[in-house]
């Protein structure tokens, strides 16, 4: 059966209920990825606010430049935030609840530093440069990668990035030491190998991107506090 709005409301909802499955979740990004693609940004909006907000809350749009983010909020649950750019480079979606972008451990003052600059960057602060090996590259790349594997794995990080920066990302977890997460992207992108895309890529091959991403739960590398030690120490 093709999907469509009314399951596209479903799973929203599920997000928010934390009763979404992986499958609920890849059907989601790539229905929204097809939106982004045939009506750019707007077309995205367009739909959220043309959901029965009965169900799902109250929306608030914010718009800037390629890059759109659509707060949802409703009483007792944190907002849930669906975030969206077509830029040159491709279209990229990123869906997850608003308490859950930010990973906060305060009592640890390497990761404090590292999420303050993160911060900085969800919120518009900063920019990634192409020139030079920042403490704020790196937290970007490292940051990035983290937060797309957290809420959707691989297959999620390389299709809403289309593989951009790759090769700054693997010089940073090699300099930090991040040895499992390393070799864990080095099998996501191989996995795409003999594929015009990586949202094809991930269409296919989504079993063995799931081993991956449950390796990359297992490892649990401290990314944040490995990046402070390399470049904030």
Known sequence: MEYGVKDCLSDLM????????????????FFLLSVIQDKGSKGLVALIQSLDKTQLGEVEITEGGAEVVIKITRPGFDPLVVKAGDDDTSPWIDVRIESDAMPIAYEDPRHAAFYSIWERFVYGE?????????????????????SQVMNGGFGQYLTNTDGLHLRETFACLERIG???????????????????????????????YSCLDGEFYEAAEDLAGLTADAFLL
Do not use: Q
């Not at 030079?132 to 937290?139: D, L, P, T």
């Not at 594929?195 to 063995?208: G, I, K, L």
């Open 14 to 29: 599920r997000i928010w209920d934390s009763t979404a499955s992986d499958d609920d979740e890849t059907s989601l990004n």
């Open 126 to 146: 900063l920019g990634f440069t192409e020139s030079g090996h920042s403490v704020e590259n790196a937290v970007y790349l490292v940051a990035t990668l983290e």
């Open 178 to 208: 991040a040895i499992k997460t390393h070799a864990l992207l080095t099998a996501a992108v191989e996995l795409a190998s003999g594929f015009d895309t990586y949202v094809a890529a991930w269409d296919e091959r989504s079993d063995r």
